[in-house]
């Protein structure tokens, strides 16, 4: 079965630090990706996609990401992170094979501490 | 302004009775999706749709029912079947039917058992 992978479950920063989110994803086929994120109180909205092209991404607020095909994994990065950063963040994966299917990870809790 | 509109915010349910949970939107898209998210599980796939009159199951259907009879509505039933349905549940829709269109989310309704 398909299923998208978020190993770190929750990640504790100070401001200003380096950020990198792992996820994972099994699935032979051709794929979309994407990153949600959920500020608390809020609704899931997009930080960045993959549909195809150059495999790294470049999203709001400073995100990235980059698609490693050989290794099924699309790591979120932000070079440096601020308080507002503070979210729960989301992978999801477009399956082609099922064109409206997205199944997502477990999410990753950021926590910056100011 | 176009969204996703979720209704009720907070609904409670009696052992043995179904709720059904209202989803509306009104930004013409093809594909609307039901997500349970659990603290720590993300968001788990309940049902989508590519079309009206077509739908299909998720990966934790069971206990659950949708019914897509217009384009701009995504109806999920929680019927006594569903023994663990306390939870917080979102409805999203995505443009066409490729894989790379991103889904846009409602802001959820959170279902407790009396």
């Known amino acids: 079965a398909q299923s998208v992978s978020q190993h770190n479950h929750h990640v504790i920063l100070s401001e200003a630090a380096s950020l990198e989110l792992g996820c994972n994803y099994s699935?032979?086929?051709?794929?979309?990706l994407f990153w949600y994120v959920q500020y608390p109180g809020q609704h899931l909205q997009l930080l960045l996609k993959y549909f195809s092209g150059d495999p790294l991404v470049k999203g709001i607020k400073g995100f990235e990401a980059e698609f490693i095909k050989s290794k099924f994994s699309f790591n979120l990065r932000k070079p440096s992170v601020q308080w507002s950063d503070t979210a729960e963040y989301f992978c999801?994966?477009?399956?082609?094979?099922?064109?409206?299917?997205?199944?997502f990870g477990s999410g990753t809790r950021l926590s910056i501490r100011p | 302004d176009g969204g996703i509109t979720q209704s009720p915010k907070y609904l409670f349910r009696k052992e043995g009775q179904n709720v059904t949970l209202s989803c509306e939107q009104n930004?013409?898209?093809?594909?609307m999706y039901w997500y349970r998210q659990d603290p720590g599980q993300g968001l788990r796939l309940i049902y989508y749709s590519q079309i009206v009159n077509d739908f299909q199951k998720g990966d934790i259907a069971e206990g659950y029912s949708v019914s897509r009879e217009k384009k701009e509505s995504f109806p999920l039933t929680v019927t006594s079947a569903q023994k663990n349905p306390t939870a917080f549940y979102l409805c999203?829709?995505?443009?066409?039917?490729?894989?790379?269109?991103?889904?846009?989310f409602g802001d959820g309704t959170r279902l407790s058992i009396l």
């Open positions: 699935y032979g086929g051709t794929v979309n």
């Open positions: 930004l013409n898209h093809d594909a």
């Open positions: 999801a994966v477009g399956l082609y094979s099922s064109a409206s299917k997205i199944i």
């Open positions: 999203a829709s995505r443009a066409g039917q490729g894989a790379g269109q991103p889904q846009h």
